[in-house]
Nanobody, 115 residues
Framework: QVQLVESGGGLVQPGGSLSLSCAASGLTNPLYVWSWDRETPGKERELVASISSSGSRFYADSLEGRFTISRDNVKKTTTLQMNSVRPEDTAVYYC?????????WGQGTQVTVSS
């Protein structure tokens, strides 16, 4: 059973930076895709970024190059580095991993961008 634990959310001022991390346990398949999604009340969940086993990255257009996703295959973690954050980045952020045809989700972490 794959389990994901997220960390790093919190309150940050506009223009600041924040780093979210997600650690997996029980992940035995060497091929897996990490993703970060975010959810705001009244809006559909949005795919923010993803990174494949080969290192190919996807980013939502709305980010305009401000976020960076990375992965550590030894530690089985992923990190979302968020720079130049804006109030519209306020959301609950969820990490997920797709492996063996199944998707596993973290518990979510709140990010609030406010002065």
């Amino acid at each position: 059973q794959v389990q994901l634990v997220e960390s790093g959310g919190g309150l940050v001022q506009p223009g600041g930076s924040l780093s979210l991390s997600c650690a997996a346990s029980g992940l035995t398949n060497p091929l897996y895709v990490w993703s970060w999604d975010r959810e705001t009340p009244g809006k559909e969940r949005e795919l923010v970024a993803s990174i494949s086993s080969s290192g190919s990255r996807f980013y939502a257009d709305s980010l305009e190059g401000r976020f960076t996703i990375s992965r550590d295959n030894v530690k089985k973690t992923t990190t979302l580095q968020m720079n130049s954050v804006r109030p519209e980045d306020t959301a609950v952020y969820y990490c997920s991993v797709v492996t063996g045809g199944l998707t596993y989700w973290g518990q979510g972490t709140q990010v609030t961008v406010s002065s």
